[in-house]
């Protein structure tokens, strides 16, 4: 029902589409107070892809907080209806998932313990137990299957116009007919939406228009990197056998999905070569309609679905839907701030899990918007994960149908994609590529993960036990741990903070005391109100009024954009990208002084460089800014070289240190030696739901200190309770084997128990080739606190796949704990 009261001239919030994300988001917004929100729809509420969903919901994610998103979504389809008066056809009628072969029924074991890491109800079930779920289907291939009780299914039109009934009861406004034209900006914010009714000034502007977004995002300068996909599904007459309570059942070694609807099936899949759409614009007028049924197209999945559903070959078809949607370059859907506009923030991208999605989508943004920061570690689908690629909407095009053809594939560990590369590459590429190295991307950046020796394939063979590169990664590691190693950094993002108060705009957003000498080297965290490290970075100190920030490369967007939203108003201090100016080798080990010392002239001995400092060198005829630091736990430095310099560098380096037995090592070796020594990775052991002192970090807390910093008072808050959780190392012995006889792998996501009790899971997990251990890195967590009696006082397993295996716990790193070898 439209809204009936006069097109208004402003409001606090404006959002822009009115599909179930955008009424979503009305919904919990106005739930939370800020009734003054304004729902601003082209056409009709849900005309665009929200009519033609699917309308399966799945909750597990391999992200613990977008996993509990998903299941606020639930929560929410499950009461709405006594809420607003509305059916919303949703039904808890659980979700099936199927194996065919033994690597999908690993993945779907290792998915049966993440589900259980994070609290989600989850059965592996035999191929007779499923088949007693599902009696139509053939399990002549099955090899088993897992259940989720609480997944479901609902109606995306009625949910989506319950929510928005719900939105309207509670003062917020909604109108259809009505087309955004532009975004108005002021001083770096947004001031107003621009519509064909009139202007709307606003406070924010949230943007949820679907296969528009990006269109919509062009209007305030922000990029949304999706694409429109087409997608198929066929709607059966109704089948004997069909009940209501039937689960959704997902077969993706068929590449299939199927729900009840109305005693018959939808069936849909993804196929390995989807077609785009809306590749030159968006025709007009594009509302409620559907694309031509492509049967040509279509006939591949049909023939997968056949054998698993051999009534279908007798079923009468209602309608073949193809309705085109939005999907992004990683999978993962969109939501957030924009980085570089205040007030303007993302819902969108969603590849086909809107309806699961919405729900809970909705709750984050509002949320977000009204609280100021996420109200959890939403980082995987964070827009400010994207980067320089993102921008091109080629490449996104490219890299988005390879991920839309890849969605019932195995998920294997390490797997790289490879549309659109190369595209970012460093200096040393081709010279390393010449070396046997095998390249991994990250935000378009060619990165050497492994090199591959002399008769060794140059390529990644996947696999759930141990893979193809995992012998040169021993060496690699050895060359680190016993010579020395040379490891090319150059896609690390770089900033410079400059001005004469560029001290005090540091001083306020870093945790640790940057107030330090010039050259001195600096790790630290920048922190959230609530005390959780939103950055993770090291800096040096280069000037009195400036500093030179370095931070890992998938972050460049979204810690550039931290610092400079934090930067106090009024202060000379001003951020720049220097990324590209510099190439970064790290040489690492205990005879990198040795090699370093034959290309300077300049003192580098422990007296005169000690770690923890930065100095400028000239290193084989180049100016190179020197760091004393390590991410391996070794004895090195990270040489900062002008791009133009890098070549020359590095041949000088591989020269001097062939007498020392130097190699080449990826980020894979990188990996591996960091866990060994404990070293925390941001996104995976430490983020905005940690503070630095259940990460083990707060020796680089300034608490000690009068200053004030951003978080400081949540952390004093909290100093007189115990921690709820508390960051541990995890050593499982070498000789371990699963049950059929394979090597043990950790991942992460692995289930941590404590005297057979479930407290925690590992946000890292991987092998420590030097200790020759598997390692895990993950919290221990308990509501009544954790203490370091309660730690060491208990008996460890982890959950591996399904399986227990005993564990070893440990505070400390297990691998030079007193820091000999780095201060050597």
């Known amino acids: 029902m439209p809204d009936k009261n006069p097109f208004p001239t402003q409001a606090r919030a404006v959002i822009i589409g009115g599909g179930i994300v955008g009424c979503s988001t009305a919904y919990h917004l106005a739930k939370l107070g800020w009734k003054d929100t304004v729902l601003i729809e082209r056409h009709k509420l849900t005309s665009g892809s929200t009519?033609?969903?699917?309308?399966?919901?799945?909750?597990?994610?391999?992200?613990?907080?977008?996993?509990?998103?998903?299941?606020?979504?639930?929560?929410?389809?499950?009461?709405?209806?006594?809420?607003?008066?509305?059916?919303?056809?949703?039904?808890?009628?659980?979700?099936?998932?199927?194996?065919?072969?033994?690597?999908?029924?690993?993945?779907?074991?290792?998915?049966?313990?993440?589900?259980?890491?994070?609290?989600?109800?989850?059965?592996?079930?035999?191929?007779?137990?499923?088949?007693?779920?599902?009696?139509?289907?053939?399990?002549?291939?099955?090899?088993?299957?897992?259940?989720?009780?609480?997944?479901?299914?609902?109606?995306?039109?009625?949910?989506?116009?319950?929510?928005?009934?719900?939105?309207?009861?509670?003062?917020?406004?909604?109108?259809?007919?009505?087309?955004?034209?532009?975004?108005?900006?002021?001083?770096?914010?947004?001031?107003?939406?621009?519509?064909?009714?009139?202007?709307?000034?606003?406070?924010?502007?949230?943007?949820?228009?679907?296969?528009?977004?990006?269109?919509?995002?062009?209007?305030?300068?922000?990029?949304?990197?999706?694409?429109?996909?087409?997608?198929?599904?066929?709607?059966?007459?109704?089948?004997?056998?069909?009940?209501?309570?039937?689960?959704?059942?997902?077969?993706?070694?068929?590449?299939?999905?199927?729900?009840?609807?109305?005693?018959?099936?939808?069936?849909?899949?993804?196929?390995?070569?989807?077609?785009?759409?809306?590749?030159?614009?968006?025709?007009?007028?594009?509302?409620?309609?559907?694309?031509?049924?492509?049967?040509?197209?279509?006939?591949?999945?049909?023939?997968?679905a056949l054998p698993r559903v051999p009534a279908l070959a007798g079923a009468g078809v209602k309608e073949l839907i193809n309705g085109p949607e939005s999907f992004t370059p990683d999978g993962n859907f969109i939501v957030g701030p924009a980085p570089n506009l205040a007030g303007f923030y993302i819902g969108a991208g969603f590849n086909a899990f809107g309806i699961a999605s919405g729900g809970g989508a909705g709750k984050l943004l509002a949320e977000w918007i009204v609280g100021g920061e996420a109200p959890f570690d939403a980082w995987p689908v964070d827009s400010r994960r994207f980067g320089a690629p993102h921008t091109d909407v080629d490449w996104v095009r490219a890299r988005t149908l390879e991920l839309y053809g890849k969605h019932y594939t195995i998920a294997w560990p390490g797997e790289e994609h490879v549309s659109g590369r190369p595209l970012r590459r460093s200096p040393l590429y081709e010279q390393l590529k010449g070396q046997g190295a095998v390249f991994g991307e990250k935000l378009g950046w060619e990165r050497p993960n492994w090199f591959a020796a002399a008769g060794e394939g140059a390529r990644d063979e996947y696999s759930f036990t141990r893979p193809n590169w995992f012998a040169a990664v021993a060496r690699e590691c050895q060359a680190a741990r016993e010579r020395v190693a040379l490891f090319d950094e150059s896609s690390f993002a770089k900033f410079q903070l400059s001005g004469r108060d560029a001290e005090r705009a540091m001083g306020w957003i870093c945790a640790n005391d940057v107030a330090r000498p010039v050259g001195s080297l600096i790790y630290t965290q920048m922190l959230n109100a609530q005390g959780g490290i939103e950055c993770d970075l090291t800096v040096a100190r280069l000037a009195s009024d400036q500093y030179y920030l370095i931070t890992g490369t998938g972050f460049a967007t979204h810690d550039f954009d931290w610092i400079a939203r934090h930067i106090p108003a009024g202060l000379d201090a001003r951020l720049t990208d220097v990324t590209s100016a510099y190439a970064v080798l790290a040489l690492m080990g205990p005879h990198a002084r040795e090699v370093l010392a034959t290309l300077t002239r300049d003192e580098i001995g422990n007296a005169a460089f000690p770690f923890g400092q930065a100095r400028r060198l000239q290193v084989a005829g180049a100016p190179v800014l020197a760091l004393r630091v390590t991410y391996v736990g070794e004895l090195g430095w990270e040489l900062h070289v002008p791009v133009e310099f890098a070549a020359t560098v590095y041949a000088a380096i591989m020269s001097a240190g062939a007498a020392h037995g130097i190699a080449n090592g990826g980020y894979r070796a990188i990996e591996s030696l960091r866990l060994e020594k404990g070293y925390r990775a941001w996104g995976a052991d430490i983020g905005p739901d940690h503070t630095p002192f259940e990460a083990g970090l707060g020796w680089a807390v300034k608490l000690k200190t009068l200053q004030p910093f951003?978080?400081?008072?949540?952390?004093?808050?909290?100093?007189?309770?115990?921690?709820?959780?508390?960051?541990?190392?995890?050593?499982?012995?070498?000789?371990?084997?699963?049950?059929?006889?394979?090597?043990?792998?950790?991942?992460?996501?692995?289930?941590?128990?404590?005297?057979?009790?479930?407290?925690?899971?590992?946000?890292?997990?991987?092998?420590?080739?030097?200790?020759?251990?598997?390692?895990?890195?993950?919290?221990?967590?308990?509501?009544?606190?954790?203490?370091?009696?309660?730690?060491?006082?208990?008996?460890?397993?982890?959950?591996?796949?399904?399986?227990?295996?005993?564990?070893a716990l440990h505070l400390g790193p297990l691998y030079d704990p007193q820091m000999l070898r780095i201060k050597a």
């Open 51 to 304: 009519h033609h969903a699917a309308g399966l919901v799945g909750q597990l994610r391999s992200s613990a907080n977008i996993t509990q998103l998903l299941g606020a979504s639930v929560q929410l389809y499950d009461t709405l209806e006594a809420e607003t008066g509305l059916a919303s056809g949703w039904k808890m009628n659980g979700g099936l998932r199927l194996a065919c072969t033994s690597a999908r029924w690993i993945e779907l074991k290792r998915q049966a313990t993440t589900a259980r890491s994070f609290g989600l109800e989850v059965q592996l079930l035999s191929p007779r137990e499923a088949q007693a779920l599902w009696p139509l289907m053939d399990i002549a291939d099955l090899v088993g299957a897992a259940f989720l009780p609480t997944d479901g299914q609902v109606n995306p039109s009625d949910i989506t116009l319950s929510l928005a009934k719900g939105a309207r009861l509670r003062g917020a406004r909604l109108f259809e007919d009505t087309t955004v034209t532009g975004i108005e900006i002021e001083q770096g914010r947004v001031a107003a939406v621009l519509t064909s009714a009139g202007r709307v000034a606003c406070e924010v502007v949230v943007n949820c228009a679907g296969q528009w977004a990006r269109q919509v995002g062009a209007l305030a300068g922000v990029n949304v990197p999706l694409v429109s996909v087409q997608h198929q599904y066929l709607i059966t007459e109704a089948i004997p056998g069909i009940t209501r309570g039937l689960p959704t059942l997902r077969d993706p070694d068929r590449l299939t999905y199927y729900k009840e609807d109305v005693g018959g099936l939808v069936m849909g899949g993804y196929e390995p070569n989807p077609r785009p759409w809306a590749v030159d614009g968006f025709p007009d007028n594009f509302n409620f309609q559907l694309l031509q049924p492509d049967w040509d197209h279509f006939q591949p999945i049909l023939d997968l």
């Open 710 to 807: 951003m978080g400081r008072t949540a952390l004093e808050q909290r100093a007189g309770s115990p921690l709820k959780k508390w960051l541990c190392t995890f050593a499982v012995d070498d000789a371990a084997v699963m049950a059929d006889g394979s090597p043990l792998v950790l991942l992460g996501r692995e289930t941590i128990y404590r005297n057979g009790e479930r407290v925690g899971w590992l946000g890292s997990g991987g092998y420590g080739h030097a200790l020759k251990t598997h390692i895990g890195l993950g919290y221990v967590r308990r509501a009544a606190g954790v203490t370091r009696e309660y730690l060491t006082s208990g008996s460890y397993e982890l959950e591996v796949a399904t399986e227990r295996v005993p564990c």
